[in-house]
């Protein structure tokens, strides 16, 4: 959000205007200033907007739309002046709009009249659904929508306007003297019709002409004026005159430089000046530029802590007519193109080496870059322009801007259709690149699949590095072990290429490959490594990326305060983004950790800048975050918020066999249809999701799944417990203890339904006591149940007995618990007679065998492999002393008296 405007010269009059205005954005939601060009519209509306400061809630939003050309940035623009993430791809005013539905302030859009119809869209919007924002609007026509309050810039008062021309004099003529020639100051300001800007013009002329000089040079072009047509631009009948004026006292140089530096949308630097002057004008350009400086024909502003120059707006078109009728346009904005063609292709390897100074760079040149582009692909021979398309990539993606590069690129293949280039390829690339951050995860796959064949074909391996690098992303959604094998090939193609950004990004897609499947010391490796690559070359996109790896090394390791403090390192490199795919993706994983805490508070505060975006964005894609957020509104007991969020996660298996967001809400998914009663629903989802999962290899997921699956079957003790134990298997075997109190909190529930409540007590507070270690308290809405339980079993045992066990609990060491749990020696299921000879799990499988079921029917119900129910099978023979089968059912049904 942009701070107040800074005003380096007076602020001359006005008081009975801005006594108005205030009281009109009290009582009024649309107030829109207009008036002729150089009437003072923005001037006035930075000291309202400044005096507003006490009496509204938050800081004015200020958006200045002059430099913004293309009506689809309008949204982006404002939401980049609000501080508001836009979904890459969505639908940016309802995403827009909706951040904005809670906040109070004064929305200031500033040089609005060449955007109306995006514009008035806008502000339609925010007056409809936003009841506590006042939109400001500064521009030369009405925006003509419902509820505007039009309010038109009066000229200055005639002393207000003899005292601003007197101080402006004595800025370039310290020893003026306004009283002694407010006469003559009077006659010119008369001429100038009181306009700010055109007393601003010509006050400077006084260290050169008199005050008799300047209003007769004002009287012949006013002559001019007067008899020119009756279709002249309204602003054209009043600072035409002064800017001719300005401009007929420059030097032939001087006149020629100043037209030229019109192609400029944007701030520019003395660099650019020169580039677009030409030869003539590039060797001394600094000397020029100051000249207009001082005949107030050019501002200077300061961009990234640089000194620019920008002209008016008004100023900038006399300049941009004059270019055209010189018959040199077509010339100077093919240097123009030049100039920041070769700007974006030096940024591009720069964007490796540095690149937060890079990212700068181009963000201050914004604005002309996109004009450039415009002229680049406008041209009868596009090239130029598509080379700045490709160049721009990796610019629009770590900063944010999305859609402007999807639509650039689109445009850029669709001028040279069927074109088999390396050029070619690089658009491809980029184009698979920014899908990946729409979220588009086919249209990542098609070009990265075609940017490679293309690539292969062209020779060249960096633009095949980074579509392996995109296709890998693509991949990871699906099969990880794929994603790894293209992410390790694109690492090396891209080390070769010299490529670093498609190197380490590549890096840290395999890295969370290796997550996904618990393998945590690898990805803690290989994420370190990267880190330290992109830290050495200020890369935030993909120096955040790699701190996030260990957001889930830690947390599923059971170090959630490490996990949380490693997702704020990786928040704290991205966040000066500002983009959604970086800062929006580790917001996710990082409130993920923060609900592990026990701060579902912090996680909702985190995520909720998402949540506003995705509420009007049903289409959008919601990568990864419907996982903390359904999660945090489980554990709340926001059961129909939570089953909102998992539905729309697992809806993308509607178009998949599997995939990994979906994969991910299963176990919460089963968890909220378990407490809603749709019990049916819940054993489905929990049959499937056992089968994508265990594809999958995700061995986190898997371990909450049985869980989940475990609460379901409670009422048949034997496999409830043998699906915990079995979730306890997975965490060891794995290294992924997180979820293992929550396992031991379910064991402790099924002793006591078994008839044993010192066991229960026991494992209650060898659950606790893993909690405390890992700092994972019990969720709220599992706080009823638990104390429930704990009343209960103080009830069946004496206080003494109670308390003996619970402190043994709380002593036991779980490196010893959870393996002692996993080999059979908890409780058992009170099986009699040689049958309890065997394990939980060797008993269920042996009933599974009476009932008939085959090995692999067997295998699919306990989830575990046909080799492991062939192996269980084998030491029950051997226990029971049966050969087969047949004699194995014969006997269950001698002991159970059941078929």
Known sequence: MRGARSELTSFVGREPELAELSALLRTRRLVTLTGVG?????????????????????????????????????????????????????????????????????????????????????????????????????????????????????????????????????????????ERNAEGVAAVCARLDHLPLAVELAAPWVRALSLAQIAEGLDHAFELLVEGPRDTAPRHRTLMASMAWSHDLLTEPEQRLFRRLGVFSGPFTVEAAAAVAGEGEAAAPLRGVTRLLDASLLLTVEVEGELRYRMLDTVRQFAVDLLEAAGEAEAVRDRHLDFHLALAERAEPGMAEDQDRWRAVLAAHRADLGTALDRGLGRPDPDRGRRLAAAMTQAWLVGGEIGPGLRAIGRALAARPGERTALTARLEAGRALLAMAAGRLPEVADAAERGAALAREADHPGARARCLAALAFSRFFVDFAGCAATAAAARAEALAAGDAFAADWAGVLEAYSLVTRGRNDEADALAR?????????????????????????????????????????????????????????????????????????????????????????????????????????????????????????????????????????????????????????????????????????????????????????????????????????????????????????????????????????????????????????????????????????????????FERLWAEGQRADPDVVVPALVRGRGPRTGATGVLGLLTPTELEVSRLVGHGLSNPEIAERLFMSRSTVKAHLAHVYAKLGVPNRTALAALLRDQTGSS
């Not at 501080?83 to 109070?104: D, F, I, Y």
């Open 529 to 801: 490594r990267i880190a330290e690559r992109a830290r050495r070359r200020r890369d935030r996109f993909c120096g955040g990326f790699a701190a996030g790896v260990a957001i889930y090394t830690e947390l599923t390791r059971g170090r959630v305060a490490g996990a949380v403090e490693s997702g704020r390192r990786a928040l704290e490199l991205a966040a000066p983004l500002g983009d959604y795919f970086a800062t929006g993706t580790l917001s996710g994983n990082t409130a993920h950790a923060l609900a592990v805490s026990g701060d579902l508070a912090g996680a909702l505060r985190l995520l909720e800048p998402v949540v506003d975006a995705l509420a009007r964005a049903k289409e959008a894609d919601a990568v990864g975050f419907v996982v903390p957020l359904g999660l945090t509104h489980l554990w709340l007991g926001e059961l129909d918020e939570a089953l909102g969020w998992f539905e729309r996660g697992v809806d993308r298996l509607r178009h998949r066999d599997r995939d990994w967001t979906a994969a991910r809400c299963l176990p919460g998914l089963v968890g909220v249809l378990r407490r809603l009663g749709r019990t049916s629903e819940a054993e489905e989802w929990a049959v499937r999701g056992h089968r994508i999962l265990t594809g999958f290899g995700a061995p986190f997921e898997l371990a909450d799944l049985l869980d989940e699956h475990a609460q379901l079957a409670s009422a048949d003790l034997a496999r409830a417990r043998e699906l915990r134990l079995q979730a306890l298997v997975v965490r060891r075997d794995n290294g992924v203890p997180l979820g293992n109190a929550t396992t031991v909190d379910g064991l402790s529930e099924l002793a006591l339904a078994g008839g044993d409540p010192g066991e229960a007590v026991r494992l209650c507070a060898i659950a606790d006591a893993l909690r405390s270690a890992m700092g994972h308290p019990r969720p709220p809405a599992d706080a009823r149940t638990h104390a429930q339980l704990v009343a209960r079993l103080r009830a069946d045992l004496d206080a003494a007995t």
């Open 38 to 178: 150089g009437c003072g519209k923005t001037r006035l509306a930075a000291r309202l907007v400044a005096g507003l400061r006490d009496t509204w809630p938050e800081p004015a939003v200020d958006v200045d739309l002059g430099p913004v050309s293309d009506p689809h940035l309008v949204c982006a623009t404002v939401a980049a002046a609000a501080g508001v993430n836009l979904e890459p791809g969505g639908a940016e005013l309802a995403a827009l709009v909706a951040a904005l539905s809670r906040r109070r302030l004064v929305l200031w859009l500033d040089t609005c009249e060449h955007l109306l119809e995006p514009t008035a869209e806008l502000v339609s919007a925010v007056l409809a659904e936003c009841p506590e924002i006042t939109v400001l609007a500064t521009t030369r026509e009405p925006l003509g929508i419902g509820g505007e309050t039009v309010w038109r810039v009066p000229p200055l008062r005639p002393a207000e306007s003899v005292r601003l021309f007197a101080e402006r004099a004595s800025l370039v003529l310290p020893d003026f003297d306004g």
